[in-house]
């Protein structure tokens, strides 16, 4: 099985495939067993991001080593009330908003109430808990992660707009629109959805096509606030004007949907994934300060001083 690890993560014996270097920004193919500790040391002292292990002709990573370090580093940023907290509302509302999008996937009507149950329920709990459930539902596996990654977005979002001084009112709207961004992927197939393969031309235009597949689930019923449409509709849309669906630029992207892309690309990379390793909190924030254009650069400025004051995990 092929695993994307850390570079920290590199372990004696392991078979690499490839390597993503820092460099150049290159990928390259590979084939080589990490057979000493000295080739070990320069990897781990290399300019490499990350490594492709095939875990058929060499070691696996320890199995509950992802796990296992993330509950440690939870507790250490937070009491175990918080985090007991923190997971009474995600078994809480984990349902809920399966509800939420099975209904929208079986009918194209998502459950509108749902995503207001849960967005209270977030806005009525301590911000120190709001903080702790970013922190405990980065570790996704797979059958949960789209429900986990609706969850974190809403609590980021809550998070990013109390930073910035918002009314309460249009941080509860923020949670709304969190919960909601990403309704649309409810039209895409699942087999395009949950595919491991590369995807075709035709594939990446339907799974691209969410956001106005959202945005028409959404404006069927006459009471969806602005905001969260514009949060549906825009949050793939880059600063540059090299986003989708309609290449709007800089301060054209409405305000929320720019929050949005930044709370959104945030959650994913610093997702724990069996798979997958995560990227640090600062270590995202990194990435997207140099992905130029990608981001409304002094909102995401205001975002990495929420991440730094420990504002948000
Ligand atoms: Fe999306």
């Not at 709001?130 to 809550?158: C, N």
């Not at 339907?206 to 028409?216: D, F, K, L, N």
Request: glycine share 6%.
């Amino acid at each position: 099985m092929r695993k994307r690890i850390r570079t920290h993560q590199a372990r004696l014996g392991m078979y690499v495939e490839e390597v993503e270097s820092r460099r150049d920004d290159k990928t390259y193919k590979e084939g080589f067993l990490i057979a000493s500790p000295e080739e070990l040391a320069d990897i781990h002292n290399s300019k490499i991001i990350s490594l492709v292990i095939n875990t058929k002709n060499g070691a696996d990573l320890a199995a509950d080593e992802t796990a296992a370090s993330h509950e440690t580093a939870l507790l250490s940023r937070f009491s175990s009330n918080e985090i007991h907290a923190a997971k009474a509302i995600i078994k809480e509302t984990k349902p809920v908003i399966r509800h939420l999008f099975s209904e929208a996937r079986l009918s194209g009507l998502p459950d509108l109430d749902s995503a207001h149950l849960v967005a209270d329920h977030i806005v009525e709990t301590a911000q120190d808990s709001v903080v702790a459930i970013i922190g405990v539902s980065r570790l996704k596996s797979r059958d949960e992660s789209t429900y986990l990654h609706s969850l974190a977005v809403s609590a980021l979002m809550v998070s990013f707009g109390r930073a910035l001084g918002l009314s309460e009112a249009s941080v509860r709207t923020l949670a709304v629109g969190g919960l909601l961004h990403d309704i649309g992927k409810m039209a895409v197939p699942v087999e395009i959805l949950s595919s491991r393969k590369k995807l075709s031309g035709e594939e990446l235009a339907i799974v691209r096509s969410h956001p106005a597949r959202g945005h028409e689930m959404l404006r069927q019923f006459d009471d969806v606030p602005p905001l969260v449409l514009e949060i549906c509709l825009h949050h793939h849309e880059r600063h540059d004007g090299r986003g989708y669906p309609f290449g709007l630029k800089g301060n054209g992207i409405p305000f929320a949907a720019r929050l949005a892309a930044i709370c959104d690309v945030y959650e994913a990379m610093t997702t724990i994934r069996p798979y997958k390793p995560a990227w640090s909190s600062t270590e995202a924030i990194g990435v997207m300060l140099q992905s130029h254009g990608q981001f409304d650069p002094s909102l995401l400025r205001r975002f990495l001083s929420m991440v730094l004051s420990g504002e948000t995990v």
